[in-house]
């Protein structure tokens, strides 16, 4: 008598549901690896406003004035010396000098009475108070807005989102 013995390996089916399972999970984990375009135009919006109040509160507290000056790339907070001259805070951890993300610029800056030309730049004033403002951060086609109110907030929104505009 002969034993024969089967080996038994893989079908072909048993093999493409095997690599459709890894693609599907591949896919799943990169996805959630890779941040949301928008979340990034969000998280940068959120870090400006909170960064804002931030200098808002150190110019009550320190009985300053401070400003922040924004270019297309990135922006930076200033300081007015004894001498009436605005100074950059590089010492300062929290307000230094921030680049913005690649691919992320601040496509627009509308400061309530502030000139036209130049860099522009937003006053905070040791009374907590400052001009309406609207600083628009985009990525491509998306955009989202920090606003600041004459009442002294600040926020950060989806301008494509707020009530009232479709």
Not at 12 to 40: D, K, Q, W
Request: proline residues 7%; hydrophobic residues 45%.
């Amino acid at each position: 008598m002969h034993a024969r013995h089967r080996t038994r390996g893989f079908t072909l089916i048993e093999v493409v549901v095997v690599v459709l399972i890894i693609v599907i999970v591949l896919g799943i984990v990169s996805a959630n690896l890779e941040p949301n375009r928008e979340t990034v135009v969000h998280d940068e919006a959120d870090r400006l406003a909170l960064l804002l109040q931030t200098a808002q509160q150190e110019a009550i507290l320190q009985g300053k004035v401070l400003a922040i000056a924004l270019e297309r790339q990135g922006y930076y907070f200033l300081a007015l010396d004894d001498k009436g001259e605005f100074k950059p805070m590089d010492e300062d951890e929290v307000l230094r000098a921030r680049p913005l993300p690649r691919d992320i610029v601040i496509s627009s800056v509308d400061i309530e009475g502030a000139p036209e030309s130049g860099t522009p730049r937003l006053m905070l004033l040791p009374t907590g108070e400052f001009p309406p403002f609207t600083i628009t951060l985009s990525r491509g086609n998306l955009r989202w807005q920090v606003q600041g109110t004459p009442a002294g907030e600040i926020k950060a929104e989806n301008p494509a989102a707020a009530p009232g505009k479709v």
